[in-house]
């Protein structure tokens, strides 16, 4: 069963950084295109960013230019750098496999204050 565990959000000031971690258990990971999802509160989980088997990413359009996916398919890590931060990046982020979803993390929080 694959478990996902994403780590590295915090608090930070608008216009900072984050580099966000998730690490996938199950050897079909390095096959696997994944996505970043952000949660915000009271709304529904969306895709944010994503990157294929061989490393191809893609951005939702409002993190296109400020966020930078990213994975290493030996220690089954995929990576999501986060720049120039406003407010509205803030969110539970998650770590998936795409196109289907399995069971999801816990998450990490990621609050950008103004």
């Known amino acids: 069963q694959v478990q996902l565990v994403e780590s590295g959000g915090g608090l930070v000031q608008a216009g900072g950084s984050l580099g966000l971690s998730c690490v996938a258990s199950?050897?079909?990971?390095?096959?696997?295109?994944m996505g970043w999802f952000r949660q915000a509160p009271g709304k529904q989980r969306r895709l944010v960013a994503a990157?294929?088997?061989?490393?191809?990413?893609s951005y939702e359009h409002s993190v296109k230019d400020r966020f930078t996916i990213s994975r290493d398919n030996a220690k089954n890590m995929v990576y999501l750098q986060m720049n120039s931060l406003s407010p509205e990046d803030s969110g539970v982020y998650f770590c998936?496999?795409?196109?289907?979803?399995?069971?999801w993390g816990k998450g990490t929080q990621v609050t950008v204050s103004s």
């Open positions: 998936n496999l795409l196109p289907d979803q399995v069971n």
């Open positions: 199950g050897t079909i990971f390095s096959g696997n295109a």
């Open positions: 990157i294929t088997g061989n490393g191809s990413p």
